[in-house]
Each structure stands twice: as C-alpha cells, then as structure tokens.
C-alpha cells in the first residue's frame, strides 16, 4: 500500500516515499498528508535538515500515480483539488525554514522532479534518470513550478526539459545544474550520510539566516521581506554559537554548536 514513511535519525528527518510497485508513484492522499510531515518536522528542534527519497533504489518518486487520473483528475473541480494538493505541498516544502535534501536514486520524474527542484541541495546516483514528461501526458504544469526550475536551470534548459519531455541522464542533469553532486551507486550511502553529518554539525542560526534569504529570494521584489533576513543575520552575531566558533577557531578544535 502507497504510504509515507518518516523517521528521525539523529539531527536528519526523513521522508520516504514508499510505492516500490509503482516506483514510489505519489497519490492524492500522499500530497495532502505531506505538507502536516514537513511542518512536523520544521517545529522538532532536534531536527536541523528535512531529508527526502524514495523506497528502494529504483525510484525517487515517479511523480503522481497517473492511474488515480481517471477519477481525481477527470472534472475541473477535482483537477483543481488535486493541483491545489500538490501546490499545498511544493509551497510547504520551498518554505520550510530548515535545509531541505533530495537524495534521487533511480527514477526522478514530472512531480518527483518537481519535488526536487524545491529541495535546496539534490545529489543522485550515476544511474538516476530525469524527466519532465507532462508534454505526453496532455497535463497542464503549474506556472509556478515552471518558474521554480527556470530559476534554477535557466529559462533554455527549462524549455527543453518541458517541449522536449525526454529522459536526462545524470551526467545531463549535472550540466543543466540541475543536481548538485553526482555520486556512484556503491558511494551513495556513505554520501547521503557526509551531507547529513556535515548540517548537522554547522551552526542552526547561520543556517537559518542563509535559509531565509533564499526563501525570499524566490519572491518577487515587491515581497520579500529582507528587515527578517537581516534580524536573523544579526541575531548570529549576539549568539552563543558565534563565540563558541570563535573560541574553536583559535583553539584549534571542532565547534559545538547548540542553535543559540
């Protein structure tokens, strides 16, 4: 049975989508239970990185299941509920004020590829596939997840990616930017686990400072709203955690950062 899986490892709160029959396809019922998961995980103070992938290592996620089409999507009033599920949930995760991962082994395509595009960092296998296939589906992508990979890849790379709807491997991902790091399959895990390490180890309130100014960097000028990125740059400076650094530095030790 489809379903979400979510865990805490440590600082690292994962979710795992779990359709190991369908490639980890994402139901109806999966987009609207996600948006809850991530704002449980955003309010843990235990957790300082939200980390997304899929079940097994054949897929991250498909994208949506397409056989729930014929009735979740077959009026425009359910189109709208399904679309608005999906954009409840893309918007939960382009603001969650922590880190957020994609870890791709395997599969990565249309929402999948959506969803990665909305994580900050995504690092894959070698052997992982991409897609944007809504142009042989007939289906309308919404304007602002086509807007989220044009910020990302740039407007020409975004256009292939849509009118073409072909499969990129991930060698071509990485020249479009589209991923970060491109990893063997045997290194992935030991990967997955430096990445998550590595977070958990850095100071929070840098972190969130960095984290905020790029969440209102995607916003239009007109919105963003700088006075609470600059609060939360200079809260690092009257914080514990910038003389704990200071004090490592000079000692010439690993810092102990605490998020205060």
């Not at 992938?53 to 056989?67: E, K, L, V, W, Y």
């Not at 425009?76 to 870890?103: H, M, R, W």
């Not at 992508?141 to 991930?170: D, N, Q, T």
Request: proline share 4%.
């Amino acid at each position: 049975m489809p379903e979400l899986i979510t865990r805490r490892e440590g600082a690292t709160g994962w979710i795992i989508f779990s359709s190991p029959a369908k490639l980890n396809a994402l139901t109806y019922d999966m987009w609207r239970r996600m948006p809850e998961l991530i704002a449980d995980l955003e309010r843990d103070p235990a957790v300082r990185l939200v980390a997304l992938r899929g079940d097994g290592d054949m897929a991250f996620t498909s994208g949506a299941d397409i056989t729930e089409f014929a009735h979740a999507r077959d009026s425009i009033g359910a189109t709208a509920s399904y679309n608005q599920a999906v954009e409840d949930f893309n918007s939960a995760l382009s603001n969650c004020a922590k880190p957020t991962f994609a870890f791709i082994q395997g599969i990565c395509y249309g929402g999948g590829l959506g969803i990665a595009v909305r994580c900050d960092i995504r690092v894959c296998t070698d052997d992982s596939l991409f897609s944007m296939p809504a142009a042989r589906l007939g289906i309308g992508y919404s304007a602002g997840s086509i807007l989220r990979l044009a910020h990302l890849v740039g407007p020409a790379y975004c256009a292939e990616l849509m009118f073409m709807a072909k499969r990129y491997s991930a060698a071509e991902a990485q020249q479009m930017r589209l991923v970060n790091r491109v990893v063997p399959a045997a290194e992935f895990e030991r990967v997955v686990q430096e990445y998550c390490a590595t977070i958990a180890e850095n100071a929070p309130l840098t972190i969130a400072a960095g984290k905020r100014c790029l969440i209102e960097g995607y916003k239009d000028l007109a919105e963003r709203d700088m006075r609470a990125v600059q609060a939360l740059i200079d809260a690092c400076y009257m914080s514990e955690d910038y003389r704990e650094g200071r004090a490592a530095f000079l000692e010439k030790r690993k810092p102990v950062f605490r998020g205060r």
